[in-house]
């Protein structure tokens, strides 16, 4: 209880740790090992009117089908130039390279409650409007780890691993019962990863306990990682990094 409670303790802070940030973040993940960490977190190859058999899936699956069903063995990674500023209310997220989901935007700036994205010479932006919101910009959930503690039960492994070059614990993460949280399962999302996942390893900082790797385990295999590549902390941002574009 005294481990899980020190490492809550550092997730819960890690926002408070920096300032800005800056550096290169990629997100992967294997289409086949993601759909069937889909399927078995949502009981959805369970016998119909079984307990965990939810009606409420339907509408969730068929997300999933629409982009990828498919192409269960293909592969999808995004790297991304990446900065953030204001405790995360500020962030940019410039696409380097993509493979897969070629339809996301090439640039996201938001400075809350504003955003603008951009696709080739097309500029969208919300216009403050605060009900109006963008992902693609989702890096920062590393950098504000404070929900990870609500939604998992955390195990310090006494590794360390160098992500980024940086010297990082190893903590293995299981999602907590859904009933613990009225209802609404806890788990991959808290990540913006695809929903489903019952084996996560978290990569913390030991320095800002911000979250450099995470990895959904799917049969001993990763299926998705989100990870910093370089990362710098309480670097001057250049004005107008957050700025509306044009």
């Keep these: 209880m005294a481990e899980q409670e020190e490492l809550a303790e550092r997730l819960q802070t890690a926002h408070n740790r920096w300032t800005t940030v800056r550096g290169t973040f990629r997100t992967w993940r294997h289409g086949e090992l993601t759909t069937r960490a889909f399927r078995d977190w949502h009981h959805l190859d369970e016998p119909a009117g079984s307990r965990h058999s939810p ?40 696409a380097i390279s993509r493979t897969g989901e070629e339809w996301l935007p090439d640039l996201v700036v938001v400075d809350e409650p504003w955003f603008w994205t951009r696709k080739g010479r097309v500029v969208q932006t919300n216009d403050g409007n605060p009900d109006s919101t963008h992902g693609g910009a989702d890096f920062v959930l590393l950098l504000r780890p404070h929900a990870v503690p609500d ?8 590794a ?13 993460a299981t999602p907590k019962d859904g009933d613990a949280h009225e209802g609404r399962l806890p788990g991959a999302e808290f990540f913006d990863m695809i929903s489903g996942g019952r084996d996560f390893r ?5 320095e800002t306990s911000t979250l450099m790797r995470i990895t959904k385990l799917v049969g001993g295999e ?12 309480d670097e001057p941002v250049s004005e107008g990094t957050f700025g509306p574009l044009a």
Excluded: K, W
């Excluded at 360390?160 to 293995?172: K, L, N, Q, S, Y």
């Excluded at 990763?222 to 902390?233: G, Q, R």
């Design 55 to 94: 009606a409420a899936s339907t509408l969730v699956v068929t997300a999933v089908r629409t982009d990828g069903e498919a192409n269960l063995e293909s592969q999808v990674e995004h790297v991304l130039r990446v900065c953030a500023a204001d405790n995360g209310r500020q962030r940019r997220a410039e």
């Design 151 to 158: 939604g998992f039960d955390l195990s310090a492994t006494g």
């Design 160 to 172: 360390i691993e160098t992500v980024a070059g940086r010297p990082c614990d190893v903590v293995v």
């Design 202 to 206: 978290l990569c913390v900082d030991q």
């Design 222 to 233: 990763p299926a998705e990682i989100i990870e910093y590549l370089d990362i710098t902390f």
